[in-house]
Nanobody, 114 residues
Framework: QVQFVESGGGLVQPGGTLRLSCSAS????????MGWYRQAPGKSRVVVAT???????DYADFVRGRAVISRDNFKGTVSLEMNHLRPEDTAIYYC????????WGQGTQVTVSS
């Protein structure tokens, strides 16, 4: 059964840092590009960053230079560290394959506010 379990979100002040983690199961993890996505209130879900099996990465313009995505192919985990957080980064963050499967995890809420 496909399952994505995200964690690490929370309330952080503008300018702060968070590290999100995701554990994936039920997929051929070592054969899949993985991604982090986010959905802000009232908006569609969008891709934040992706990481290839071999480690090549790509970032959305709105986080480029402020985020680092990484993966552990042995553990089946994907991480996203974000710094210099802004209020507009407030969203629920999800991980999934890239392109994503139809099944999503619960996500982890990130709230950036003073």
């Amino acid at each position: 059964q496909v399952q994505f379990v995200e964690s690490g979100g929370g309330l952080v002040q503008p300018g702060g840092t968070l590290r999100l983690s995701c554990s994936a199961s039920g997929i051929s993890f070592t054969m899949r590009r993985m991604g982090w996505y986010r959905q802000a209130p009232g908006k569609s879900r969008v891709v934040v960053a992706t990481v290839e099996v071999g480690g090549a990465v790509d970032y959305a313009d709105f986080v480029r230079g402020r985020a680092v995505i990484s993966r552990d192919n042995f553990k089946g985990t994907v991480s996203l560290e974000m710094n210099h957080l802004r209020p507009e980064d407030t969203a629920i963050y999800y991980c999934n394959q890239s392109p994503p499967l139809g099944r999503w995890g619960q996500g982890t809420q990130v709230t950036v506010s003073s």
